[in-house]
Antibody, heavy 115, light 112 residues
């Protein structure tokens, strides 16, 4: 069974940084794309970023481009999202998903941006 | 960018009755590889989303066969043949063909 576990969320002031992690098991991590999606409180789903199996290709939503960085460590079956220059509007539950189409989701990790 | 538009956004349905949600894309989401990357997700209250349908009409493992997906090009539909209490939640379509990937606004299904 595929399991996806996100961590690293927390409270950060505007302009601050955070690094989210996503650990995956039961899945050939190194063979597939990985995805981050977020959901602001009471809102719908927003795609954030994707990366290909070896991490050489990265795609970002315009709303996070230049501020967020997706990366992966295939030896650790782990995906990361570095969040810099955080804004109030970045507050959300961040979900990690397997594949390029969010095959399996984690439980999410909450990012709160507030002074 | 591809805009995904769902309708209706609110869906009151009686138990045992069918339900249908439409999803329209602002341009075709048929990919050059011959696939159409149109997915459907369910988010039950207080839970993470889970994928129900991928590539228009393929049910994910464990998804009851009362759920079905259809469509092509720019017009897609999720159908529930007989609504059960556990189907309450928000349903999202998502296109995975064009960057940036994009979701519909979500359609909330409730029991009448």
């Amino acid at each position: 069974e595929v399991q996806v576990v996100e961590s690293g969320g927390g409270l950060v002031p505007p302009g601050g940084s955070l690094r989210l992690s996503c650990e995956v098991s039961g899945f050939t991590f190194s063979a597939d794309w990985m995805t981050w999606v977020r959901q602001a409180p009471g809102k719908g789903l927003e795609w954030v970023a994707n990366t290909n199996p070896d991490g050489s290709e990265k795609y970002y939503a315009d709303s996070v481009k230049g501020r967020f960085t997706i990366s992966r460590d295939n030896a650790k079956n782990s995906l990361y999202l570095q969040l810099n220059s955080l804004r109030v509007e970045d507050a959300a539950v961040y979900y990690c998903g397997t594949g390029g189409q969010m095959d399996v989701w984690g439980q999410g990790t909450t990012v709160t941006v507030s002074s | 960018d591809v805009v995904m538009t769902q309708s209706p956004l609110s869906l009151p349905v009686s138990l045992g009755q069918p339900a249908s949600i439409s999803c329209r894309s602002s341009q075709s989401v048929a990919a050059s590889d011959g696939n159409t990357y149109l997915n459907w997700f369910q988010q039950r209250p207080g839970q993470s989303p889970r994928r129900l349908i991928y590539k228009v009409s393929n049910r994910d493992s464990g998804v009851p066969d009362r759920f079905s997906g259809s469509g092509s090009g720019t017009d897609f539909t999720l159908k529930i043949s007989r609504v059960e209490a556990e189907d309450v939640g928000v349903y999202y379509c998502m296109q995975g063909t064009h960057w940036p990937l994009s979701f519909g606004q979500g359609a909330r299904l409730e029991i009448k």
